[in-house]
Nanobody, 128 residues
Framework: QVQLVEFGGGLVQAGGSLRLSCAAS????????MGWFRQGLGKEREFVAA????????DYADSVKGRFTISGDNAKNTVYLQMNSLKPEDTAVYYC?????????????????????WGQGTQVTVSS
């Protein structure tokens, strides 16, 4: 089992910044990718960003490219999401997820089905 805890959500004005953190504990040795997803009110969960643990390859949703940056600290089993130039449409609950199954190693990072564990979510609200 892997436990995930997210930090850093809150209320910010449009144009502002927030930094989310997600700390993993438990059986983290097999985790090979970590990602962020979000779900707005009345919307489906959508991919935001992800990073492969070994080589640091990243992937981003088009809607956040150039504004958000994902990074990881393998020694701390922690992944970060730096969010700049926030917009009201970024308002959502943000979820951290990890992938550990070896058969999913080459699967697209954007697929939420191929993540093994999820955090409880942290609310990000961007006011206009």
């Amino acid at each position: 089992q892997v436990q995930l805890v997210e930090f850093g959500g809150g209320l910010v004005q449009a144009g502002g910044s927030l930094r989310l953190s997600c700390a993993a504990s438990g059986r983290t040795w097999s985790n090979h990718a970590m990602g962020w997803f979000r779900q707005g009110l009345g919307k489906e969960r959508e991919f935001v960003a992800a990073i492969r643990r070994n080589k640091g390859n990243t992937d981003y949703a088009d809607s956040v490219k150039g504004r958000f940056t994902i990074s990881g600290d393998n020694a701390k089993n922690t992944v970060y999401l730096q969010m700049n130039s926030l917009k009201p449409e970024d308002t959502a609950v943000y979820y951290c997820a990890v992938r550990g199954r070896s058969e999913w190693y080459w699967s697209s990072l954007t697929d939420p089905v191929r993540y093994d564990y999820w955090g409880q979510g942290t609310q990000v609200t961007v006011s206009s």
